[in-house]
Nanobody, 125 residues
Framework: QLQLVESGGGLVQPGGSLRLSCAAS????????IGWFRQAPGKEREGISC????????YYADSVKGRFTISRDNANNTVHLQMNSLKPEDTAVYYC??????????????????WGQGTQVTVSS
């Protein structure tokens, strides 16, 4: 079973940057599409980005397009989410999730089978 671990969250001022990482502790990420989701208090989980196996096809939600960049390093079994120009409304717990490469990218949480434990991102002055 694929196990995912997020890291890189923290407290940052508006306009700042953070880089989240999603590492696989079991199995190679080669066989999985990876998505990033976030959930703010009192809100539904939101799909914000996903990346295909080879790393040449991406999706970004409108809320993060132009500010966030997803990338993957299959050699190191890691997917990154570079977050720039952060806003207070980006404050949430961020999760990475995996699904089979046969199924392709999806922004819907119900489509993912494997989840990390989440990392808190707080954007505040």
């Amino acid at each position: 079973q694929l196990q995912l671990v997020e890291s890189g969250g923290g407290l940052v001022q508006p306009g700042g940057s953070l880089r989240l990482s999603c590492a696989a502790s079991t199995f190679t990420l080669d066989y999985y599409v990876i998505g990033w989701f976030r959930q703010a208090p009192g809100k539904e989980r939101e799909g914000i980005s996903c990346i295909n196996r080879s790393g040449n096809r991406f999706y970004y939600a409108d809320s993060v397009k132009g500010r966030f960049t997803i990338s993957r390093d299959n050699a190191n079994n890691t997917v990154h989410l570079q977050m720039n120009s952060l806003k207070p409304e980006d404050t949430a717990v961020y999760y990475c999730a995996g699904r089979s490469v046969r199924l392709g990218c999806s922004i819907y949480s119900k489509d993912y089978h494997y989840w990390g434990q989440g990392t808190q991102v707080t954007v505040s002055s």
